[in-house]
Every structure is written in structure tokens, then in C-alpha cells.
């Protein structure tokens, strides 16, 4: 006879991202999706959206985005048209300004495309971005659902083209 001890049951799995609370900010959606386990330790963490303001003068709109990666912080800002795609445009833009902020001389960003496409009832971000470094140039594409506000999302979508990349770029800076 065997008394071999139950085993503990198992904690249950956590659901996924597009599960989550839509309740929860954006700020907090990134943050957790940063904050998730990496195999392996990192001393800069990805990205996350401190900040957006826009100012709209006349025909033109300044966008400003604040990104913070770990203990720093940078803002990006860009001008364009105050035009529905302009103002997306620059968000876009104002959000790779604040990553080559954030990782100095390593890498230079453009942004070459921009859509706001339906996919089924809900509506989603796309965008291909040029990533050149010293290694070369290539390109990213990313996407972000549309929750409550879509220049939100173009900033998850610009930070989702950059994710796999910025870590190392990150630890270059």
C-alpha cells in the first residue's frame, strides 16, 4: 500500500489578453502584457503608454505621446493635418519619435502605412512601419483592436509592429 499525497491541483490558467475587463485602461493592458514571464531576465522593459495629448490649431494637430520603459520616460511629438487620418498619422508618428528617443542613436523609424480596417463587427489598426539599424532596414507590421478610442489604438498598434525589436534595442540604448 501507497500513501503517496494528492497532488496540489494546478492554479487555473489566466485568461487571455482579449478576455480581459475592456473596463481596464489601455496604460494597464500594456503594462500586463509587459509585465508577463520571459524565459529569459530583461533589464529594460518593454514600452508602455504614459501619455497622449493633442492640440489642435487652426488645420494643423500636434500630437504628443509619453511612453515609459521601466524607470525612463520619453515624448514624441509630430504635426499634422487636423484631418481624421492626420491626426492618426501623427500619433503614429509622435509614438516612434518617443521610441528613438528611447533608444537613442540605434535605430530611426518611419512610418508607411496607416489603416483603420473592419475585421468582423469590430474595427482594427494596421500598421507597416521601416525599422533601419546598422544590421539594415526592415519591415514591421502591427495591429491593436479598437476599444474606446482608436489614436489609443494606433499607439498599441505602432508599439506591436516594434515589440520583438525593441527589447534588444532597449538594451543597446
Do not use: C, F, W, Y
Not at 501619455?51 to 509630430?78: I, N, Y
Amino acid at each position: 500500500i501507497h500513501d503517496d499525497p494528492e497532488p496540489e491541483p494546478e492554479a487555473p490558467p489566466a485568461p487571455p489578453a482579449a478576455v480581459a475587463d475592456e473596463r481596464v485602461s489601455v496604460e494597464e493592458q500594456v503594462s500586463e502584457t509587459a509585465a508577463a514571464p520571459h524565459p529569459v531576465p530583461r533589464s529594460v522593459g518593454r514600452p508602455s503608454i504614459a501619455k497622449m495629448h493633442l492640440v489642435s490649431a487652426g488645420l494643423d494637430v500636434t500630437a504628443s505621446v509619453t511612453l515609459a520603459s521601466g524607470a525612463r520616460t520619453a515624448t514624441g511629438e509630430s504635426r499634422g493635418l487636423a484631418s481624421p487620418s492626420g491626426v492618426h498619422r501623427a500619433v503614429a508618428v509622435a509614438t516612434l519619435r518617443a521610441v528613438e528617443e528611447l533608444v537613442g542613436e540605434v535605430a530611426r523609424v518611419e512610418l508607411e502605412h496607416l489603416e483603420i480596417t473592419p475585421m468582423g463587427t469590430e474595427r482594427t489598426v494596421v500598421v507597416l512601419l521601416t525599422l533601419l539599424t546598422a544590421q539594415g532596414s526592415e519591415h514591421l507590421t502591427g495591429a491593436a483592436a479598437v476599444r474606446d478610442d482608436v489614436r489609443q489604438a494606433v499607439i498599441r498598434a505602432t508599439l506591436d509592429a516594434l515589440n520583438r525589436r525593441l527589447e534588444l534595442l532597449l538594451t543597446e540604448a
